[in-house]
C-alpha cells in the first residue's frame, strides 16, 4: 500500500515567519501535486513536480520533488494570513492519486 | 467553465435512509474520482471512472456503497442504509487524463457535507 506522510500535522504562526511542510513516502511516484484546500471548498491544485530534484517556485511559495522522487516539501517564505488553509501532497501513479494527511497551517497577523 | 459541480452541498439525514450524491464533471473531461474526507482519515479515494467505465473501486468501504457514471456528464455514489459513521464530506473531482507524467491534474468540486444521525 503506497502511503504519504505529511508533517507537520498542525503549524500555528505569525505573519513574517517561513516554513516548511514536509511529505514523505518509501513509495515512488511518478509526479507529486500540492493542493490547498480552504473550509468549505474543494482542495485547489497549487503545482504538479516530475523530474526527480525539480524545483518549481509560486511566488512566496517554493516547492522540490526529492531526488529519487519519493518525498517532496513545501517552503513558504514570509507567510501570509491569506496562506492559512490546508495543504495536501499527492502522489500519482496509476491514474490516481494517494493524498497525505494534510498539514493544517494557521498564520496570525 | 464552472467547474466541478455536486449537489446537493449539505445533506442531513437518518440512519437507514438512503442517501444520493450527484456530481457533473468538467466538460471534455474523461476520469471521475469520488473521495471521502473525515478529520481521522483525511481524503480517501473511493472509486474512480475512466470513460464512464469503474476502474478501481478499491476504497468503497462496503456493500452499502455504490457508484455509477450513466454518461460522461453526470455521476451519483449512492449509500444505502445509511449510518453514522458514513458521515462526512463527500468530493467529487475530474480530470482529462493524459499519457505522460504530470497530467492527472484532478479539479475537485465543492463537496457534499453529510450528516447521518
Known amino acids: 500500500t503506497q502511503l504519504l506522510e505529511q508533517s507537520p500535522q498542525f503549524l500555528s504562526i505569525q505573519e513574517g515567519e517561513n516554513l516548511t511542510v514536509y511529505c514523505n513516502s518509501s513509495?515512488?511516484?511518478?509526479?507529486l501535486q500540492w493542493y490547498r484546500q480552504e473550509p468549505g471548498e474543494g482542495p485547489v491544485l497549487l503545482v504538479t513536480?516530475?523530474?526527480?530534484?525539480e524545483v518549481k517556485k509560486l511566488k512566496r511559495l517554493t516547492f522540490q520533488f526529492g531526488d529519487a522522487r519519493k518525498d517532496s516539501s513545501l517552503h513558504i517564505t514570509a507567510a501570509q494570513p491569506g496562506d492559512t488553509g490546508l495543504y495536501l501532497c499527492?502522489?500519482?501513479?496509476?491514474?490516481?492519486?494517494?493524498f497525505g494527511q494534510g498539514t493544517t497551517l494557521q498564520v496570525k497577523p | 467553465d464552472a467547474g466541478v459541480i455536486q449537489s446537493p452541498r449539505h445533506e442531513v439525514t437518518e440512519m437507514g435512509q438512503e442517501v444520493t450524491l450527484r456530481c457533473k464533471p468538467i466538460?471534455?473531461?474523461?476520469?471521475l474520482f469520488w473521495y471521502r474526507q473525515t478529520m481521522m482519515r483525511g481524503l480517501e479515494l473511493l472509486i474512480y471512472?475512466?470513460?464512464?467505465?469503474?476502474?478501481?473501486d478499491s476504497g468503497m468501504p462496503e456493500d452499502r456503497f455504490s457508484a455509477k457514471m450513466p454518461n460522461a456528464s453526470f455521476s451519483t455514489l449512492k449509500i444505502q442504509p445509511s449510518e453514522p459513521r458514513d458521515s462526512a464530506v463527500y468530493f467529487c473531482?475530474?480530470?482529462?487524463?493524459?499519457?505522460?507524467?504530470?497530467?492527472?491534474?484532478?479539479?475537485f468540486g465543492a463537496g457534499t457535507r453529510l450528516s447521518v444521525l
Open positions: 471512472f475512466n470513460n464512464n467505465v469503474p476502474i478501481d
Open positions: 473531482a475530474s480530470s482529462l487524463r493524459g499519457s505522460g507524467r504530470g497530467q492527472n491534474i484532478q479539479y
Open positions: 466538460s471534455g473531461h474523461n476520469s
Open positions: 513536480v516530475v523530474t526527480g530534484g
Open positions: 499527492a502522489g500519482s501513479n496509476t491514474g490516481k492519486l494517494i
Open positions: 513509495s515512488v511516484f511518478s509526479s
